[in-house]
């Protein structure tokens, strides 16, 4: 993918930044604020790539909202670090993740439309030694309207997980929605939300929520588009420019035909990293190697041109990780396709009254454990089973109150998710095991077990709701403990989950500069890389909500930092490259 030669026009810039995600709006943002001129590319025909589909939130230890919250240091969090990463720990690399991380949240609360808001979400495992609560940050929702004639360029985020239109931008707000049909409070958000669904349709003709990941590459891309940052949609980066071991610019495929943008200071590729890409992820992904199925929730889009991109001029991808992906149970919605079909179940399983069971009928994990160790876990139990998947299983009583994957508490209607056979019914807990598939004495086995210390609030067998995490998921006003009830009221359901992801963790090398490196561990000069596309700070650990967008975000700002400090002093600069 790198080629020295083109006879198309150049369009020359000081800075190319390959994507349109979080990370390459954040390199484009900084890069542009620091003087230069910046041009971004995007494959799609919408801009905002996963980012849209994520919570938009952030996780980045010191940022100036935590004292708000609770105290914090950086101190703790390189220990905490520490712990989540192990061998892989990297302190040249977390040390400039931890700097400039509150750095860029600074700098973009100050010179875009960022606006971030704190919430108390503990740390992915609490048992670890400098855990917090006080790490991950949020994105306030935007008046959509804002982005004028951009407004239908945006991705739409994962609309599955609406309801009539409406959004929700947090967990909070989740809770609150998913109380709806047993509290006058719950009741009054879902109006308020209402009204906001109303006013768009009066505006749009349909409801165009944004929230979550969607309001924070809307408020990016505002900003960028006033400050005069270029975005060509539906244009790929076909190949590297790669000049005398230097990387020049990028040969892009635009709808009126090739151009070769040819990039005065740096390249920055964003592409979102390889979830897409069959052969990388079946290298990797163990179930996905033994022929077991997988489903992205990411763009469809990101198939690994950033990495092939890398690797043609001498980069790498590093996969000696914790885990090679942001891992997250879903279940497939009939009728529906690509990620549209996809179900992220992110809040039911830690609810009181819900365990996941094999085919064998028996429990394998903490059923409230962040979903990135639900997947390994899942994994490990089915791999001597012809398949990987469980059943997430729960009695009427707790489907009326909290739902089941894309089925909605009462009073929403849910027996057309039956005849769909989303979800399975059974009478008796025999019943459903023969309908699913399971063995039915072991599951009657396991299920009197659970109930039995489910009553008296605890978990022998795998520690649900034994920390502050599980308890952060679970339903604070069941007693004694928030994770954990009985299945006893027929009859029963069954959600088949399957492993998915929601992003790729291995990735380009770089070094602490975000330079990407050659096999040699020299930076190769004129190339960048963030956001998933480049080895993720925590080495593929997964360290708390925002644990993606985060570090991704700040290699970003730390790559368009290098670069506008190149242009300012390049002799110095290119010392540095060239003694790593």
Not at 245 to 270: C, S, Y
Not at 311 to 328: K, L, R
Not at 419 to 442: F, N, V, W
């Amino acid at each position: 993918m790198a080629s020295t030669n083109n006879s198309a026009a150049p369009r020359q810039v000081d800075v190319l930044v390959i994507g349109s995600g979080a990370s390459a709006f954040t390199a484009a943002l900084t890069a542009r604020k620091a003087g230069l001129d910046v041009l971004m590319v995007e494959k799609d025909a919408v801009f905002g790539g996963t980012s849209c589909f994520s919570g938009g939130v952030m996780w980045i230890p010191g940022n100036r909202h935590s004292p708000t919250l609770g105290p914090d240091s950086l101190e703790a969090a390189r220990t905490y670090i520490q712990h989540e990463t192990g061998a892989h720990y990297d302190p040249v690399r977390v040390d400039a993740f931890l700097k400039n991380g509150p750095a860029m949240i600074d700098f973009l609360e100050r010179e875009t439309e960022v606006e971030c808001y704190p919430f108390a979400y503990p740390d992915y495992h609490p048992p670890y030694p400098g855990h917090a609560s006080v790490r991950s940050l949020g994105t306030r929702d935007y008046p959509v309207g804002r982005l004028g004639k951009h407004r239908k360029l945006l991705r739409q985020g994962l609309n599955q997980m609406n309801f009539m239109g409406l959004a929700v931008g947090s967990n909070v707000e989740m809770k609150q929605l998913m109380s709806a049909g047993r509290s006058m409070a719950g009741v009054f958000f879902v109006l308020r939300k209402f009204c906001a669904v109303l006013k768009d349709i009066a505006r749009y003709g349909r409801p165009d929520p944004c929230t979550r990941g969607r309001a924070l590459i809307a408020r990016l891309a505002r900003s960028a588009f006033d400050s005069g940052i270029d975005l060509w949609l539906s244009s790929p980066a076909t190949q590297l420019v790669y000049v005398n071991g230097k990387v020049e610019g990028a040969d892009v495929q635009t709808p009126d035909g090739a151009v070769r943008v040819l990039a005065r200071k740096g390249v920055v590729l964003a592409s979102g990293g390889f979830p897409h890409d069959t052969g990388r992820t079946r290298a990797i992904y163990p179930h996905k190697a033994a022929g077991r199925a997988h489903h992205s929730l990411a763009s469809p889009g990101n198939v690994g041109d950033g990495a092939r991109m890398a690797e043609s001029v001498g980069g790498s991808v590093d996969t000696n990780v914790v885990q090679p992906a942001a891992f997250m149970p879903v279940s497939v919605i009939p009728g529906r396709a690509g990620s549209a079909a996809l179900w992220p179940h992110i809040v039911d399983r830690q609810k009181p009254g819900f365990i996941a069971v094999t085919v064998e009928g028996k429990r394998f994990f903490d059923e409230a454990a962040p979903y990135h160790d639900f997947v390994p876990a899942m994994a490990r139990a089915c791999a001597h089973l012809p398949d990987t998947h469980c059943y997430l299983l729960c009695d009427h009583t707790t489907i009326r109150r909290y739902g089941l994957g894309f089925v909605k508490p009462a009073p929403v209607p849910l027996e057309r998710h039956v005849q769909s056979g989303y979800i399975l019914r059974g009478d008796t807990l025999a019943e459903l095991a023969r309908k699913a598939g399971i063995d039915a004495a072991a599951l009657e086995q396991t299920v009197q077990r659970f109930n039995v210390n489910a009553r008296m609030g605890t978990d022998p067998d795998f520690g649900r709701g034994g920390d502050v995490y599980d308890h952060s998921q679970g339903d604070p006003e069941h007693k004694p403990n928030p994770n954990l009830g009985p299945l006893e009221h027929g009859p029963f359901y069954a959600l088949r989950l399957l492993p998915g992801d929601i992003g790729t963790f291995s990735g380009i090398r770089t070094d602490a500069s975000a330079r990407v490196l050659a096999a040699d561990g020299a930076p190769i000069p004129g190339l960048y890389a963030a956001g998933n596309d480049a080895l993720n700070f925590m080495a593929g650990a997964y360290a708390g909500a925002g644990g993606t967008l985060g570090p991704g975000m700040t290699l970003a700002y730390i790559a368009a930092k290098h670069i506008a400090a190149a242009a300012t002093a390049p002799d110095q600069v290119q010392e540095e490259r060239r003694y790593g």
